[in-house]
């Protein structure tokens, strides 16, 4: 048993491989899901996109601060709600009705800058402070589920119990074939693509981005070779704020509608996500994100639809069995 | 004047009482062995869940305890096989993940013969059992200028045996954090290592209070269930952080801590409440609406909490595991 569990661990990544990729295709030959199946696994793919920006986020704040920022939730539900308040009460009356398309762009981007001012300020009234008296990070922890608790129901105490929708116009999907897709759910695709691709060149390309990485491999390293920790710490704030935004409104337009707890429903995928990529590698939360993504709607092929987020946060509790640091996470001990 | 009364009958009413057991599991937990338990609301459902079905399903009162009990501890186990061996964050995740299965599980149209799925099992479906064997008259029992029922649920009956679980349980930790066994989770709450060193197994120990805590935390939910129905939503994460809030505000690691917590902040949230449902008018802060202002009241409380006063009322500051 303990040989075979260790022969396990030992080729984790390959096995795990092999055994999705099969079941995959099982499904997608087997009659009773063949049908189904094109169409859940886009979706999932979808999902899995959003889901890894709105994450990217949660994993840069972990990575240069060592903060599990359960508030991370609630920074997507601003995201939503800002946008919302902003088209539907502002931009949209100001432009003839045949440009509503402009008014929601105009104020997604508005709301993506407010979310990311959120992050600065937060940083500079809280976690900076918190950090200078050098209160530990499961404390600050416990302070993020307060804000996200308080934050969480001051947006219920404005929007109310209801789900709003932000597009109000009936969409055509395109016809694909095999599958069809909306095209709300196309756009938040290639925006969400060009977002990641743009973090991916900043954190590879640029020296804020060398930077920053380097604190997250090692802060007292970094900033000994005269980096300004505190200052990338506060650049990360603001990246993982507005990218949470982003990711939000993204979702809340493939999903045609949000509530005042949609961010902190995939809070928990998102952590998820994270923490299966390998907590604090930014790439790992997309490589994570798609997985948890692709798992929880090509789950609905055979389980109750109802329990998808259930089935996603149970491979997260399997993955943490035979591969604690996560798909691409560097093995170290940890205990 | 009545919402004063209210007041002080929420400090010894069997809801507080039901959050005070529920606390003093995760003391155990946090307090005792510093293990970060974010699903505690988990082991509350399944306890809740464990008494209601077994009853419905014809059990009598010591098996439905002991079935809910079992089924906590099982789920202690499961979660503490992958997690206790890796940092505490991880097991914060991954406790957090898995009471929100639980929760979703317990929802589930699938289940909906057992569980009730969204809308769970009503209280008059399990209750009677416990209700047959209070020797109270059943009617309205005034005493002072407090009155409840003598028999059916939250009722004088429900008050006393809850009550009497609290002060038993407060014995029990009295006991246990002065015992040999008690003395080790201290040990591996402070340096895990030292213990380990000392030939310890610390993985064992952990999985002990993981367990014991989490058995505490099912009582919590059965006592909780026979003064309301049994909820998946009303235990979900807003139930785990009101735990943490009253535990670290009565003071983690301290023998009466959870309960002088619960019965303080859950009197004072129902202040909060009413004074917003009577001196405000309803067009201004309608009454969910004081229920949200409610619940963001926690969250800026465990916010301050932590920062400024994490020993809370009656911890001592040197016993806080909460940076180990």
Redesign the interface.
């Known amino acids: 048993m303990t040989n075979a569990l260790a022969w396990a661990r030992a080729h984790s990544m390959a096995l795990a491989g092999v055994l999705a990729v099969l079941f995959l295709v099982w499904l997608a030959v087997a009659p009773s899901t063949r049908d189904l199946f094109p169409q859940t696994l886009a979706n999932g793919i979808t999902f899995g996109l959003l889901l890894a920006l709105a994450s990217v986020g949660l994993s840069l704040v972990y990575g240069t601060t060592g903060l599990s920022n359960f508030a991370h939730g609630e920074q997507v539900t601003l995201g939503m709600v800002l946008t919302f308040v902003f088209h539907t009460m502002l931009f949209r009356d100001m432009l003839p009705s045949s440009m509503s398309d402009l008014s929601l762009i105009i104020s997604g981007t508005l709301a993506v800058l407010i979310a990311a001012s959120t992050g600065w300020i937060q940083d500079w009234g809280l976690w900076g402070r918190l950090r200078a008296r050098g209160i530990g990070v499961v404390q600050q922890m416990i302070v993020s589920i307060g804000l996200s608790l308080a934050m969480l129901n001051i947006i219920q105490y404005f929007i109310g119990g209801e789900r709003l929708r932000l597009d109000r116009k009936i969409r055509i999907p395109y016809d694909l074939g095999i599958i069809g897709i909306k095209p709300q759910a196309a756009a938040s695709i290639i925006i969400s693509l060009i977002a990641l691709g743009a973090v991916a060149y900043f954190l590879l390309k640029t020296r804020l981005g060398r930077a920053t990485r380097a604190v997250s491999d090692n802060p007292a390293l970094a900033s000994a070779s005269g980096i300004a920790v505190n200052h990338i710490v506060r650049l990360s704030w603001v990246f993982a704020t507005g990218l949470a935004a982003l990711g939000g409104i993204l979702l809340a337009l493939y999903e045609e509608g949000f509530a005042f707890n949609s961010g902190g429903r995939i809070l928990l995928l998102m952590f998820a996500a994270v923490t299966l990529g390998g907590l604090g590698q930014a790439f790992g939360a997309l490589a994570g994100a798609l997985v948890i993504g692709i798992v929880s709607e090509v789950s609905t092929l055979f389980m109750p639809p109802d329990l998808r987020y259930a089935t996603a946060l149970g491979i997260l509790i399997l993955v943490l069995l035979i591969r604690p640091q996560g798909i691409l996470g560097r093995a170290e001990r940890v205990g | 004047m009545d919402l004063l009364i209210d007041t002080l009958q929420q400090l010894f009413s069997p809801l507080t009482a039901a959050f005070a057991i529920a606390a003093i599991g995760l003391n155990v937990h946090f307090g005792l062995t510093g293990l970060?338990n974010?699903g505690h609301a988990g082991f509350m459902l399944i306890g809740a869940y464990g008494y209601a079905i077994a009853t419905i399903q014809g059990a009598p009162i010591w098996l439905a305890v002991i079935i809910s009990l079992a089924g906590a501890g099982l789920f202690a186990l499961l979660l503490g096989?992958?997690?206790l061996?890796?940092?505490?964050?991880?097991l914060?995740?991954?406790t957090?993940?898995?009471a929100?299965?639980v929760r979703?599980?317990g929802?589930?149209?699938?289940l909906e013969p057992w569980t009730g799925a969204s809308t769970g099992i009503t209280g008059k479906e399990y209750k009677e059992p416990f209700e047959a064997t209070s020797p109270f008259p059943e009617r309205l029992i005034p005493v002072g200028p407090f009155e409840l029922h003598g028999t059916a649920s939250s009722s004088w009956w429900l008050t006393l045996v809850s009550w009497s679980v609290v002060a038993l349980l407060i014995v029990l930790y009295w006991l246990l954090q002065r015992s040999p066994w008690g003395r080790v989770l201290r040990g591996i709450r402070e340096d895990?290592d030292a213990v380990r060193s000392l030939g310890k197994n610390v993985y064992s120990f952990k999985m002990q209070a993981l367990v014991l805590g989490g058995m505490i935390g099912a009582l919590g939910g059965v006592s909780y269930a026979l003064g309301a129905q049994v909820h998946p939503d009303s235990m979900g994460?807003?139930t785990t952080?009101l735990i943490?809030?009253l535990l670290?505000l009565g003071g983690a690691a301290s023998v009466f801590g959870p309960a002088l917590g619960s019965m303080l902040f859950l009197a004072t949230q129902f202040l909060v409440k009413g004074v917003l449902d009577v001196f405000v008018p309803d067009d201004i802060v309608s009454a969910?609406?004081a229920e949200?202002?409610s619940?963001?009241f926690?969250?800026?409380?465990?916010?301050?909490l932590?920062?400024f006063r994490?020993q809370g009322i009656l911890g001592k500051r040197r016993e806080l595991a909460?940076?180990?």
Do not use: S
Request: hydrophobic content about 55%.
């Open positions: 970060l974010m096989w992958p997690t061996k890796l940092r505490g964050d991880y914060a995740i991954v957090i993940a898995a929100e299965m979703l599980v929802r589930t149209q699938a895990e994460r807003p952080f943490w809030t670290l969910p609406q949200t202002i619940l963001a926690v969250g800026i409380t465990l916010m301050l932590i920062i994490p909460i940076n180990g």
